[in-house]
């Protein structure tokens, strides 16, 4: 039946000219049956996620277990990131350089428009106004996501402030917003009855750096569907960052104090799947020391006016890899799950109600329903959850979250990370010389691939700042913007950087670190090499830990261990150098001069 494009501008509840002017007009494009504009409110999401409960998209679990919460399953072809469909549209090719897939924009409108006319017929189009970061900061980032998903409205909720409040916002400040538009790209025929997860094979996430536009086609998954995350807060922040001078990076954020109660932030770059919402939720195993956090997967950073690098949260939720988060690895991502309130995609059923997954308890239940709906026992030889699958949580549902979450201009850095996953080669942890060695660190960051992007597992890719899947313009020139930003700033005032891994390998193939908790030791090390107190050996690769100098203090680990995981050897390293040096040539002429030097510095240090 569909609306009428002067009935979808008499109902807008909005005086913003060019919003209702879009909606009009994707209305008219899409064909939806009817246009809801989404409040934000407690009660429109119990609405909400009673309809999903009643399609079968959505299954309540057991408020004992998990109060107000639910469980999804994807298509089975439809639970990761889909990075070969995934395109910046930027009108010269050369601006999307060599990590992005690129068509001409044009040409790409086109099939967008192909593609979306009649997309959402016989669904509701929602209308979402969200802000990334907070509504009160001096520059709010306004979006607005159209979708026919009312599981991405469910979980937009969950992940961003939405609603009027925002809607009023942008309104009074007669703002700028994003125009995110997404649709499953499956339209109902009258009468034709809907499946659980409507998606399509077909699946384009695209985005148009210059007119700072996202258009999300075929996909329910979180990072391809929830256009405020890794689409506006990475790929197009990226783009709006290097042209108001500030960075939009893939990192977590986390508060140290001291047992001398001295307070540092520190954030952390690291790819998919890596650790980064353990790191972030951190249960540290020495003494005296407190760990808060702020974030777990993207960072927004600016120098102030006293030239010191800030970082704020820019998200309101986690949407965190499920597997190997358990009550011994991260009892404080548990704690705030076990509250309530999530959205879980793609994880197993318990028999009482509840959900589990991989890594969740010590003992694996002895019956699961698994996350494509069979029943499941442990001896199957799949897991009983998808390896991507996702808790999608409230931040403010996490104990140790720092007050300073809340503050509009974030918290001064001390330290950064830039972290893989390399079972050879990069030590436990790596100072840089110094802050240009540190983006050299970033630049070449490397890991085994995960599940968090569809494709090969274990493959070696390198990843610069952990950016690769998400940098929204040339490789080349995001490296330039970093070393162009910091070069008016007081080198003191910068925070320092340092490389790490904690997923090295010993020569029999176990880990050389334990990791979880124990990564607070290196975060200790990190800190008093700030503070000038901890001894380092000064090696070709940079700073490295002397065996005395990290806090092994009842840890059990053999000196086996500890050496492999601290060895800078130079086979391995002459094969790294080999192998930067091929990465660069990828960057054509764009690198930034600073780098090839660092690269230069490098070899003649490995002799
Ligand atoms: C994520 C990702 O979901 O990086 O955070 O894929
Ligand atoms: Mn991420």
Known sequence: MGQTAQQVLSDAPTTHQRLRDWVAEVAQLTQPDRVYWVDGSEQEYAVLTDELVAA???????????????AAFSDPKDVARVEEQTFICSAKEGDAGFTNNWMEPSEM?????????????????YVI????????????????EITDSAYVVASMRIMAQIGTDVLRKIEELDAFFVPALHSVGAPLEPGEQDVPWPCNEEKWIVHFPEERSIYS??????????????????????????????LAEHMLILKLTSPEQKSYYLAAAFPSACGKTNLALLDPTIDGWKVETLGDDITWMRFDD???????????????????????TNPNAMRAISKGNSIFTNCALTDDGGVWWEGMTHETPAHLTDWQGNSWTPEMDHPAAHPNARFCTPINQIDMLAPEYHEPDGVPLSAI????????????????????HGIFMGSTLSSETTAAAAGELGRLRRDPMAMLPFIGYDAGDYLKHWVKLSSAVDAE??????????????????????????????????????EGKAEAVDTPIGFVPTADSLDLDGLE????????????????????????????RRFGGSLPEELLSELEGLKSRLG
């Not at 329910?220 to 569907?225: E, I, K, R, T, V």
């Not at 904690?502 to 880990?511: E, H, I």
Request: glycine residues 12%; positive net charge.
């Open 417 to 436: 990370f830039f972290g893989g996953r390399r079972k050879t080669t990069i030590p436990l942890v790596t100072q840089s010389r110094d802050w240009s």
């Open 493 to 530: 005032k910068l925070p320092k950087i340092f490389l790490v891994n904690w997923f090295r390998r010993t020569p029999d193939g176990g880990f050389a670190w334990p990791g979880f908790g124990d990564n607070s030791r290196v975060v200790k090390w990190a800190i008093e090499r700030i």
């Open 109 to 125: 409108k086109t099939k967008l428009n192909d593609l979306f006319a009649g997309s959402m017929r016989g669904r509701t189009m």
């Open 306 to 328: 006293e030239g010191r690098l800030r970082a704020v949260n820019p998200e309101a939720g986690l949407f965190g890899v499920a597997p190997g988060t358990g009550w011994d």
């Open 217 to 246: 086609y075929g996909s329910g998954y979180g990072g391809n569907a929830l256009l405020g995350k890794k689409c506006y807060a990475l790929r197009i922040a990226s783009v709006m960052a290097r042209d108001e001078g500030w």
């Open 129 to 144: 106004p969200f802000v990334m970061g907070h509504l009160e900061a001096k520059d709010p980032k306004f979006g607005v």
């Open 557 to 584: 680990i053999s000196t086996e261990q500890v050496d492999a995981a601290l060895k800078v050897d130079a086979l391995e390293w002459a094969e790294e150098a080999e192998s930067i040096d091929e990465w660069y």
């Open 56 to 70: 079968g998209t959505l299954k309540r679990l057991n408020p004992e277990l998990f109060p107000n919460s639910f």
